[in-house]
């Protein structure tokens, strides 16, 4: 009576190993695909990134630039009041 059962347990381990064995490698490549589209999903995200800071640091370059001019503006500003104040004590 009990040689069916440990024949059926022996015929459903092999079937279990046999099975793995055939999957172990399809699982495999399939992770491996999954991990390359993850990559070139992260690298697309970067790219979109790096392309959206080029455009925000030209801005503030430009941005930069014009205070830059006004700050030079306004110190020549402040040096010809300062002159005529300057003028104008001397003159009282």
Known sequence: ME?????ELVILLVSNGVT???TRRKYA???????????????????????????????LTQKMEKME???TSLRAENSELKR???L?????
Request: no cysteine; glycine share 2%; net charge negative.
């Open 3 to 7: 040689k069916p059962y440990i024949f």
């Open 20 to 22: 793995w064995f055939m």
């Open 29 to 59: 490549e399939e992770v491996a695909s999954q991990e390359i589209l993850n990559l070139n999903s992260t690298f697309e995200f970067y790219k979109k990134i790096i392309g959206d800071l080029e455009v925000r640091v030209t801005e």
């Open 69 to 71: 001019e006004e700050i």
């Open 84 to 86: 005529q104040r300057k």
């Open 88 to 92: 104008k004590r001397e003159t009282l």
